[in-house]
C-alpha cells in the first residue's frame, strides 16, 4: 500500500533553511486525485498545515509561512520537497508529510507520514 | 481564515462510555470536515470524511454528524485503545486548519 516517508536534518541553526524531502511509495504522486501536503506540529501542540502541491507543481501555502515557504515536486523521483526559510525556535517541530484526497464532498488527509522532528538551535 | 474550535479542550472518560466532541467553526464549510485521532509519538490517522463519512477499516464506533458550523464526533462506545487526541480540520478554504484538540483520558 501506499506509504509516505520524512527525510532530512534533524537539527537546523537558527536563520538557516530547513529542507525536507517525502518519498512516495507504493503508488504514483502524478495522481489526478490527489494533492501532497505538509503539515507540522509544535512539541506537545495541535497541527498546522504549512502547504500542499499537486503533481503540476500547482501550490498552496499557508499565509502565516507563505513568505518563507517552498514546496516542489519531483515525479521522477516520486517526491516532493519542503523548504522553510529564516527559521527560528518556532519553526521546531514534528513535520509530517501528507497526501491530500481530492474528493467531490470534502478533501482530506488520508495517509501520513511518521513524521521527522526537526529542531532549530545553535 | 477559517477558526475551528473544539471542545472539551480534554475529557476523562471510562471504557464502554458513550462520548460526544464538538467542533465548531466561524464561519460556514457547508460539509468540509475531517476528524483525526493521533496517539502519542505516532502520525494523525483520519477516522471521519465529509463531516459523517467512516474512513475504510475505521471501527464503526466512531460517527460524525454536523453540517455548516457544527459538527460532532461520537464514540458509541469507548475501547482501551481509543484513548488519544482528537483534531478536525476544515478544508472549506484554505488556509486549512485544525481544532486545538481534545485530549480523550482514562477516568
Known amino acids: 500500500q501506499l506509504q509516505l516517508q520524512e527525510s532530512g536534518p534533524g537539527l537546523v ?3 538557516e533553511t530547513l529542507s525536507l524531502t517525502c518519498t512516495v511509495s ?6 489526478s486525485s490527489y494533492y501532497w501536503g505538509w503539515i507540522r506540529q509544535p ?3 495541535g497541527l498546522e498545515w504549512i502547504g500542499s502541491i499537486y ?5 498552496y501555502y499557508n499565509p502565516s509561512l507563505k513568505s518563507r515557504v517552498t514546496i516542489s515536486v519531483d515525479t521522477s523521483k516520486n517526491q516532493f520537497s519542503l523548504k522553510l526559510s529564516s527559521v527560528t525556535a518556532a519553526d521546531t517541530a514534528v513535520y509530517y508529510c501528507a497526501r491530500l484526497y481530492i474528493g467531490r464532498r470534502d478533501d482530506a488527509f488520508d495517509i501520513w507520514g511518521q513524521g521527522t522532528m526537526v529542531t532549530v538551535s545553535s | 481564515d477559517i477558526q ?4 472539551p479542550s480534554s475529557l476523562s472518560a471510562s471504557v464502554g462510555d458513550r462520548v460526544t466532541i464538538t467542533c465548531r467553526a466561524s464561519q460556514s464549510i457547508r460539509s468540509y470536515l475531517n476528524w483525526y485521532q493521533q496517539k502519542p509519538g505516532k502520525a494523525p490517522k483520519l477516522l471521519i470524511y465529509a463531516a459523517s463519512s467512516l474512513q475504510s477499516g475505521v471501527p464503526s464506533r466512531f460517527s460524525g ?3 455548516g458550523t457544527d459538527f460532532t464526533l461520537t464514540i458509541s462506545s469507548l475501547q482501551p485503545e481509543d484513548f488519544a487526541t482528537y483534531y478536525c480540520q476544515q ?3 484554505t ?6 484538540g481534545t485530549r480523550l483520558e482514562i477516568k
Do not use: A, H, L, V
Open chain 2, 91 to 93: 478544508s472549506y478554504s
Open chain 1, 55 to 59: 503533481y503540476s507543481g500547482s501550490t
Open chain 2, 65 to 67: 454528524s454536523g453540517s
Open chain 2, 95 to 100: 488556509p486549512i486548519t485544525f481544532g486545538q
Open chain 2, 4 to 7: 475551528m474550535t473544539q471542545s
Open chain 1, 26 to 31: 507504493g503508488g504514483s504522486i502524478s495522481s
Open chain 1, 13 to 15: 541553526k537558527p536563520s
Open chain 1, 43 to 45: 512539541p506537545g501542540k
